[in-house]
């Protein structure tokens, strides 16, 4: 058997061109790239999550009611759109990485950022041109994020030997996925003292990161010189952004459906988006210097972990969403909690969530250096499909000690395998094309995120549409309202009522408005009161909800089954580093590690 890349030395590439003959040299300042990837990919995750609970302070600071039917679609779109721009953007920034350094590239994406954030603070209009503002502005710095999420796995993979690459990888996503739950608290108490600290928060970090990586990061992984696959690129982004984008208005009402999946815009978006990455994968086969170099696909680690990745993001992406209404629409308020105040405490009450990533995943990627990803990805992903399982035995006023340990069961489950999966496609890539790699990689797991949502949601207006009409009509004609009123608000789609409890607006008062002048003050104040309105909507709340988890079960258990498939400890050797760049199918052979 071969030597390990850690037992010789290899010729690579640093950031001036010159060689690097040994390995310390090599591995030289690892822990220092360590720190600073994790704070770019954390920087990234935080604001994918932190206007989640500060958008109710955001819409009232540009004056701007995100329920009007005209106002749904600014909704979506500041709250998805720098996950759209994210997704779409990672590969081929990965591959700029590859041709042009990637330390270069990502101490772009930490100025960009920084600037982006800067921007969307200063957004001095109100109404639909602020809102609009503010959704440009974070589609712009969703550029930035894509550059760091780009690359940052890529130069850890240069940065460490294959034998502590499962620590630093780790170390690194559970960053990443820590911070989408971090992001929910620092949302939730900054947005109630000024909403443009929700922005401000990430430009001293931004520029702290840009000045550190720009004088302590180099390059010390192999550089491909190559042209830009322009086609390529088109044919990918557009693809992509009209499926992102079609998700995106399918779980909008259309016309007198209550989703948008009927809407034959919808339709040609989704079916467009397919079409043009048919294309795309057309085009990659044909052009000499691709993008993205498909046979990558033909080794075994890379495609299960991803395929594993993939599904493990749909099954936990939409889940925080559901939750947090579940929280808020629901727990809270039948526990004594106001509706204004339902936003922070929802991501105080997930907290489990959070300490489960942070500690099972250095554990875990520490143990598949050692081990190998298998057992570890595979066991995480059958401990998930338990959790999302005993959550559906959980009632809708549950006792939180339970409901606490499930979410800490789910994300340890989570950690155990997120960090061995990355370890392990990481490592079975070529080094002159971990870039391109680790942009695909993300580009799975982003754009799951947003199919879950759009799946999610799905289901639990399924689950609502069903039972929610009737049980809201009668429930509002016992108490007063008029019969034509209360059947009209019934009839108004599911998602309203859903959006207001996750802004927390009070539901019953945003339905109702003016009517609620003329009930008496005592009726009024029982319908917008803490009680009526949770469990008018907790049961058929709860079928859709239960629906839900089932599906991130099925995901999850899928995944363990990709998860299994990769096969043994593989990791990819370089013979020597290439003086000059090769064809894919002239990489040196890879070989399968026994565990």
């Keep these: 058997m071969r030597r390990p890349p850690g037992e010789r030395s290899l010729r690579l590439l640093d950031t001036g061109g010159a060689p690097v003959t040994s390995e310390a040299d090599r591995y030289k300042g690892k822990w220092l790239t360590l720190s600073n990837t994790t704070l770019g990919v954390l920087l990234v995750t935080i604001n994918s999550s932190i206007i989640l609970i500060a958008l109710p302070d955001i819409f009232r600071g540009v004056k701007l009611n995100p329920l009007t039917p005209s106002h749904s679609s600014l909704f979506l779109w500041l709250l998805m759109g720098f996950m759209v721009a994210t997704a779409v953007l990672v590969v081929s920034f990965g591959r700029l990485g590859d041709m042009f350094g990637r330390v270069r590239m990502y101490n772009l994406g930490f100025a960009v950022f920084s600037f982006f954030s800067i921007m969307l603070s200063i957004d001095w209009m109100t109404g639909t041109a602020g809102t ?12 930035g994020g894509a550059l760091l999420f780009a690359n940052s796995s890529a130069i850890l993979t240069d940065a460490f030997p294959y034998d502590q690459r499962g620590l630093a990888l780790g170390v690194n996503q559970v960053a990443a996925i820590a911070g989408s739950f971090i992001g929910l608290i620092v949302g939730g108490l900054l947005g109630p003292v000024d909403w443009r600290l929700v922005f401000l928060v990430s430009v001293p970090v931004g520029v702290i990161g840009t000045i550190w990586a720009y004088f302590n990061l180099h390059d010390k992984g192999v550089r491909t010189p190559s042209t830009i696959d322009w086609w390529g690129n088109v044919t990918f982004g557009i693809g992509l952004i009209s499926l992102l984008v079609g998700i995106t208005y399918g779980i909008q009402p259309y016309g007198g459906s209550t989703m948008g999946w009927t809407n034959p815009v919808v339709i040609g978006e989704l079916a467009g988006g397919v079409v043009m990455l048919i294309l795309f994968s057309f085009i990659e086969t044909r ?29 936990r992406g939409g889940m925080m969403f559901i939750l947090i209404i579940w929280l808020q629409g629901i727990w809270l308020p039948l526990h ?7 936003p922070l405490w929802a991501g105080i009450y997930m907290v489990p969530l959070t300490a489960g990533f942070l500690l099972a995943g250095p554990i875990s990627g520490y143990l598949s250096d050692h081990f190998g990803a298998r057992p570890f ?49 990481m490592n079975s890539l070529p080094a002159n094309q971990r870039g391109a790699g680790a ?6 797991q982003n754009s799951a995120m947003v199919l879950s949502i759009g799946i999610f949601f799905t289901l639990i207006i399924v689950g609502l549409s069903s ?32 959006f207001a409890a996750f802004l927390g607006y009070n539901p019953i008062r945003t ?85």
């Design 336 to 342: 004594g909690y106001s509706f204004s105040s339902t």
């Design 467 to 498: 039972h929610l009409p009737g049980a809201l009509e009668h429930g509002l004609a016992a108490q007063g309202v008029p019969r034509f009123k209360a059947h009209q608000v019934s009839h108004l789609p599911p998602t309203g009522a859903l």
């Design 377 to 425: 990805a595979t066991g995480g992903m059958i401990a998930a499909v338990a959790s999302f399982v005993l959550l559906t035995f959980l009632p809708y006023d549950f006792s939180y000690v339970w409901f606490a340990l499930l979410l800490l069961m789910n994300g340890l489950a989570m950690g155990l395998f997120a960090s061995p999966n990355r370890a392990g496609i």
């Design 132 to 143: 609009l503002w503010l959704i440009v502005m974070r589609i712009l710095q969703g550029i």
């Design 511 to 595: 339905l109702l408005g003016p009517t609620l002048v003329h009930l008496g003050h005592a009726r009024a104040a029982y319908l917008t009161g803490r009680r009526f309105f949770p469990h008018l909507i907790a049961p058929p709340f709860m079928t859709g909800l239960r629906l839900a988890f089932y599906f991130a079960a099925l995901a999850c258990g899928v995944a363990a089954i990709a998860s299994w498939m990769r096969g043994k400890k593989y990791v990819h050797i370089e013979e020597e580093a290439p003086e000059a760049p090769r064809e894919l199918h002239e990489e040196p052979a890879s070989e399968q590690l026994g565990t």
């Design 439 to 444: 942009g695909m990689s993300a580009t799975f």
């Design 287 to 315: 052009v000499p210097n691709p993008m993205f170099r498909l046979p990558l696909f033909r080794i075994r680690a890379f495609t299960a972990g991803n395929l594993a990745s993939l599904l493990a993001s749909v099954g």
